[in-house]
């Protein structure tokens, strides 16, 4: 059961009822995690300057952007990201298969993009830390420390996503990702 209110753009404080209305636009409806975060403008308006930069500087792909979340995601335990994140990695792309492949830690062949995750992986499960050995396994990959640096970004924007997911207890109001043992 949620712990705090889901909100609709009628029912917001003030503050951030702009924010999302602009969800409400980008996504057909208004998402379960973005009413919750309207019930405090702050946190809302945090999750919204968090993805604008993304989006306006980020340089990953939608599938990049995809299997990060899906990563993460997974090493978080986030229900809730987890489901949203695969019917969008589906969108940019990727099989269903696919996605739980990527949960559970295989990108098959891609051995660049698997080098990638593994340095999400860990700055998601270690407080920010990442090995010697998955960043340099990146670089020899061909990531560069532009790319480096912005994935820490990206695994900054799903851990605020999974852990209010966590702190709210939001409900899904998306298909659910498929169990990892399936």
């Known amino acids: 059961m949620p712990r705090i209110p889901v909100h609709t753009v009628d029912n917001a404080p003030a503050a951030g009822r702009e924010t999302l ?4 636009k980008r996504f057909g409806r208004v998402l379960n995690i973005h009413g919750g975060m309207a019930h405090s403008p702050v946190v809302l ?80 499960g270690e407080l920010g830390h990442a090995s010697d050995a998955a960043w340099d396994k990146a670089v020899a990959e061909g990531w560069t420390d532009t790319e480096l640096t912005e994935v820490f970004a990206h695994v900054a924007a799903n851990l605020y996503t999974n852990y209010f997911n966590h702190y709210a207890r939001t409900d899904l109001d998306v298909p659910a990702a498929p169990a990892l043992d399936a």
Do not use: M, P, W
């Open 21 to 24: 209305r602009r969800l409400e």
């Open 45 to 124: 308006e945090t999750y919204a300057a968090i993805n604008g930069a993304i989006a306006e500087h980020g340089t990953f792909d939608a599938r990049t952007r995809e299997a990060i979340a899906l990563a993460v995601g997974a090493v978080d335990e986030c229900a809730y990201c987890q489901s949203a994140h695969t019917v969008s990695a589906k969108a940019a792309g990727f099989t269903e298969e696919q996605t739980v492949a990527i949960r559970r830690g295989d990108t098959g062949d891609d051995a660049k993009l698997a080098a990638l995750l593994q340095v999400a992986r860990e700055i998601a």
